[in-house]
């Protein structure tokens, strides 16, 4: 069963404080590398978390994850279109380049979720994708 609850929580948490960031990149605050860090962090484990529930998301639960997850997608584009306007050091852009990736990561992710779970899929194909994590993990 998919834990659509703790997804959810999580979703929120990562959209705030990605919300949070842009705010100060755009207010001219700066972002400090720390702040960005944690957030690539969570943004790793959201995806884990999503990840790992592939296989058990349903239309009620994407029903429910969908919308936020599409406001954090929108966030992060955000966010990631503001750090790109402005001049930062290495350190600094090299985790910005790790939140563009995180970006791609969530947003392949949630478009996997809409092609192969919940959308009209035959039985073969989701029975073939739920073989396949059971021997991914496995390994």
């Known amino acids: 069963m998919c834990q659509t609850a703790l997804i959810s929580k999580s979703i929120a948490k990562v959209s705030t404080r990605s919300f949070e960031r842009n ?5 001219g605050v700066g972002i400090s590398h720390y702040k960005l860090v944690r957030l690539n962090n969570a943004l790793d484990r959201l995806y884990e978390m999503v990840y790992e529930q592939f296989n058990e998301i349903t239309l009620d639960d994407y029903r429910i994850i969908e919308p936020q997850l599409m406001l954090l997608l929108n966030t992060l584009k955000g966010l990631c279109n503001t750090l790109r306007k402005i001049p930062m ?39 073939a994708l739920k073989k396949a ?5 496995r390994l």
Not at 103 to 127: G, H, M, Q, T
């Open 89 to 127: 050091p290495g350190k600094l852009s090299l985790e910005a380049a790790a939140l563009g990736r995180n970006y791609s990561a969530l947003y392949e992710l949630n478009s996997d979720i809409k092609n192969f779970r919940v959308k009209n899929v035959s039985p073969e194909l989701s029975n």
């Open 133 to 137: 994590s059971a021997a991914m993990k």
């Open 23 to 27: 705010l100060e990149a755009v207010s």
